[in-house]
């Protein structure tokens, strides 16, 4: 199952985020990716679980950097065949922040979205928005 997701999380201090450098983190974020290839989306999910556990240390995108040391809040998810990760980064109406975060391929500014206010239906709408009906799956519980 191929498809987008974007996962939601709360990340404080400055961290190395690969090529892009150090940079400060405060707040909370939301993280738009896709995940095209053959191990599909569940597979994507559960390595940024896995790194975001620290079972696993292989970091590869932006975001990889990011997962240790932060508080996951929750993911969402939702299966398309199309490229539609671009539209849920304009459909979910938050402000990008950090210029070039996981937007290496396209000519966004930023995968990452700075959240003011978390609401779970925003992101859902987001991904409605771009013709996707999500899951919601939320680890941490504090809305
Ligand atoms: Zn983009």
Redesign the pocket.
């Known amino acids: 199952m191929k498809g987008i997701y974007s996962l939601i999380f709360d990340c404080k201090g400055k961290i190395e985020v690969g090529s892009l450098g150090e940079k400060r983190f405060e707040g909370t974020y939301c993280y738009i990716g896709s995940a095209r290839g053959s191990g599909g989306i569940k597979s994507r999910l559960g390595r940024h679980i896995d790194l975001y556990k620290k079972k696993r240390d292989v970091r590869h995108w932006h975001i990889d950097y990011v997962l240790p040391n932060s508080q996951l809040i929750g993911y969402c998810f939702g299966q398309t065949e199309k490229d539609k ?2 539209c849920l ?1 304009r459909s979910i109406s938050y402000d990008m922040t950090i210029k070039g975060f996981g ?1 290496s391929d ?3 500014s930023s ?1 990452l979205l700075k959240i003011n206010y978390f609401k779970k239906e925003k992101i859902i709408k987001g991904f409605r928005k771009c013709e996707i009906n999500p899951k919601f799956e939320r680890i941490k519980d504090d809305e």
């Open positions: 990760e671009c980064r937007s396209c000519n966004c995968h």
